[in-house]
């Protein structure tokens, strides 16, 4: 199959490309670097053509809800769109647990997303995953005010 990973650049999607690929199947990386902006829509429809399926491992560095809610939105929406449009069979989202439960500012983008994806025409999968390992050192790099480093109040 020819798979599409949006974000494939990231920390999640380089091993979603590895496992995609180490599975015999062809990638195509969706991302900024790669020519392919998901919030403006520019490249998608070149990107995803012939694509089978597609993988939305694509975020958002952001402790705003705002700013969480509009990318996911739009970069979500757009590439949903050009995915029915092009003839894509199946897309499956990553998504984190416990996102409806937790008021955490980015989570609700999260939750905005996940209702992009179950409105879509083509049929979906949402893997609601646990945070990952690289998580502690991500929060370490974002949740800052000058100097100082915040830890949140937070179970994972
Ligand atoms: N990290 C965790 O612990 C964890 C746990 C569970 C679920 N998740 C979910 O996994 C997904 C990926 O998270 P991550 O931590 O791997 O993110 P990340 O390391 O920040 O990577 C983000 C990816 O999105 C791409 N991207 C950003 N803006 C884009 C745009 N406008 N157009 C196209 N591509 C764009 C980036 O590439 P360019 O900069 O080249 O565009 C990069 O490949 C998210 O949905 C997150 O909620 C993460």
Do not use: C
Request: proline share 3%.
């Amino acid at each position: 199959m020819r798979i599409a990973v949006a974000g494939g650049t990231g920390t999640v999607g380089r091993h979603t490309v590895e496992a995609v690929q180490a599975a015999g199947h062809e990638v195509v990386v969706l991302s900024r670097s790669q020519g392919v902006d998901l919030v403006t829509g520019h490249g998608l429809e070149a990107g995803l053509a012939g694509a089978d399926a597609v993988i939305d491992v694509a975020s958002i560095q952001t402790l705003k809800a705002s700013a969480a809610i509009e990318f996911f939105t739009a970069a979500t929406g757009n590439l949903l769109s050009a995915a029915a449009d092009a003839g894509v069979r199946h897309v499956v989202l990553l998504s984190i647990v416990g996102i409806d439960r937790i008021p955490y500012d980015y989570y609700a983008g999260k939750v905005a997303q996940e209702k992009v994806v179950e409105a879509s025409r083509v049929p979906w999968t949402i893997l609601r995953a646990t945070q990952f390992h690289e998580f502690a050192g991500q929060m370490f790099e974002r949740a800052k005010v000058g100097p100082l480093h915040l830890a949140p109040n937070a179970r994972t």
